[in-house]
């Protein structure tokens, strides 16, 4: 339940990302990040009042390379926004879950029964199927839309550059929160939204340095997708304790709900192969969710 909620919470949040998103806006990737440092920061602060608890700075030191590949990754994931202009971000980035789930299995040599791995191959399978077709459109439409070749290349390294950080991120998140249980799940979440408070603290003084405007409670689809980020970001961590390898999978996977959403209210289209291939990676979620269940 932790991991559906937090596939549900970031596959939302991906669709108001992408509606606040303002290409020709020059700091706009480092502006989201902002609103969502700000609003973790204050959930951090919340947090830690109701339950009692202190800031850890050893904690935070020892979580810190796990808080910087999934910051970094994030904010290359909103800068590649600019460049995929209206169409969601490519679900080659959002391969990592699955990736993450399969090296766990394969060094850790878990053992699950036959139906679950079918679940994540399913998932797998269909994201890379929707993967592939995406590249494919890029490569016949928005590669040639641009005649700048250093855009070209962006457009290529953003999603991929993604992928790998936020794999990193997730792997280690695995061995910091459920195979050596290096930190508890509440200083994992306390950890990571400081950090990401922090870096929050930085842009600000360097927008202020630029003269830009800071439009936080103005920038409504911002603050939306900041609030759905902070609240998946509450039930990431204890999903990711209980279970991380199917965690990974099924929360991994919410680039599916993105596409989906962004299919109703963007009205962005869908090609026959897209739909087959949401289809399979569905079944594997709900065999996966079925089974945890």
């Known amino acids: 339940m932790y991991s559906l909620i937090t596939f549900l919470c970031w ?20 502006k989201t990040g902002l609103i ?28 810190l390379p796990v808080s910087l590949c999934y910051i970094s990754s994030m904010i290359l994931g909103y800068k590649g926004l600019k460049y995929l202009e209206l169409s969601l971000s490519s679900p080659i980035q959002n391969t990592s879950g699955v990736i993450t789930s399969l090296l766990l299995l ?11 791995y079918i679940g994540i191959i399913l998932v797998f399978i269909g994201i890379i199927i929707i993967s592939r077709l995406e590249r494919k ?13 250093k855009i070209n290349i962006l457009i290529i390294i953003f999603p991929i550059m993604y992928c790998i950080l936020d794999g990193m991120g ?20 306390i950890c990571y939204e400081y950090t990401f408070l922090l870096y929050a603290f930085i842009t600000y003084i360097f927008l202020k340095k630029k003269k830009e405007k800071i439009r936080v ?26 279970d991380s390898t199917i965690g990974a999978t099924i ?3 919410y680039c599916l709900l993105s596409l989906v959403l962004s299919h109703i209210f963007l009205k962005e289209k869908l090609s026959i192969g897209k739909y087959i291939g949401l289809l399979i990676a569905f079944s594997g979620l709900i065999i996966l969710t079925i089974l945890d269940i």
């Open 36 to 63: 969502v440092g700000l609003v973790m920061g204050l959930h951090a602060t919340i947090y830690l009042i109701v339950k009692g608890l202190n800031l850890n700075l050893i904690e935070m030191i020892k979580y």
């Open 137 to 149: 459109e890029d490569r016949s439409t928005k590669l040639n839309i641009s005649k700048n070749r």
């Open 106 to 116: 394969l060094f850790f040599k878990e053992k699950y029964p036959l139906i679950a």
């Open 170 to 189: 997730t792997f280690l998140d695995a061995l910091y929160l459920d195979k050596f249980g290096l930190i508890s799940e509440d200083s994992a979440l």
């Open 217 to 242: 409670i103005k920038d409504i689809d911002k603050l939306l997708a900041a609030e759905l980020e902070t609240l998946g970001q509450f039930f990431y961590v204890f999903a990711m304790a209980k």
């Open 251 to 253: 929360i991994g996977s």
């Open 11 to 30: 596959g939302i949040a991906d669709l108001f990302y992408k509606k606040g998103n303002v290409s020709k806006e020059k700091y706009n990737e480092l």
